[in-house]
């Protein structure tokens, strides 16, 4: 198998060489950008299977950066996970990062095996990302032990019918369709929106706090991600 290629986009010199070592290290090959506007430009000569984003950069800010990736990315394009690199704190930042398209966040400082097993859980979601797309038209979800049927807007747990109203329905089913993404209050909003009235963040929680009663033990399969939103509990 060809190496991965990592393109590593941050500013501070120290941090860029130390990540970098530590994907060397693990058996990644590396490219380096110190700004958003070399990064772009380093897309579009290079290889890049992956990229790791930090957010508060001179010029161009990694919030910007990714939405211009996300934006010209098309469907017949390869998909490239994006990892943001933040600080404590950025909590605004990270939310309007996953909104605009990154794939996760990690919070500096971090450990690199930490580091080294988010990246390779973003490789292996982006490439499940087309198989899973072409799932999502189809109707069934199964996850664990659920049967979500989009079509009869059912849900078996265990073989056991759920009674959920139409909106805990709607976020069950963004939720499980893409076992450990986070979604940000604000998405699964506009995920919903249509089923009932339900319009701020804060709706969205009491949702959630309904929904994971009605799931009973397998409620804990809906993870709060503090600060950010909610996701379904990666597959093991
Ligand atoms: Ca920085």
């Not at 971090?110 to 797309?133: Q, T, W």
């Not at 009605?214 to 939103?229: F, N």
Request: aromatic share 6%.
């Amino acid at each position: 198998m060809a190496k991965v290629t990592i393109l590593v986009v941050e500013d501070e010199a120290a941090i860029q060489q130390l990540v970098s070592y530590n994907l060397i290290k693990a058996g990644f090959h590396v490219s380096c950008a110190d700004t958003g506007e070399e990064a772009l430009e380093c897309l579009l000569k290079e290889d890049i299977d992956c990229i790791l984003l930090d957010l508060m950069l001179p010029g161009i800010s990694g919030v910007d950066v990714c939405r211009k990736i996300r934006a010209k990315s098309t469907s017949d394009d390869r998909y490239i996970p994006i990892i943001m690199l933040t600080a404590k704190g950025e909590e605004e930042d990270i939310i309007a990062g996953l909104e605009c398209g990154a794939d996760d966040y990690i919070t500096k400082p971090f450990s690199p095996k930490v580091l080294e097993a988010r990246i390779k859980a973003v490789l292996r979601r982006g490439f499940e990302r087309n198989k899973s797309d072409q799932e999502d038209n189809q109707t069934t979800i199964m996850v664990d032990n659920l049967e979500i049927n989009r079509g009869r807007h059912e849900v078996m747990l265990g073989g056991e019918k759920l009674h959920l109203t139409m909106t805990e329905f709607g976020i069950l089913a963004l939720l499980a369709a893409k076992p450990g993404w986070v979604f940000t209050r604000q998405q699964i909003i506009d995920s919903v929106r249509g089923y009932d009235f339900l319009i701020t963040p804060r709706a969205i929680d009491v949702q959630i706090f309904g929904l994971r009663k009605k799931l009973g033990e397998a409620g804990s399969l809906i993870e709060t991600i503090r600060g950010v939103g909610y996701r379904y509990r990666p597959k093991q």
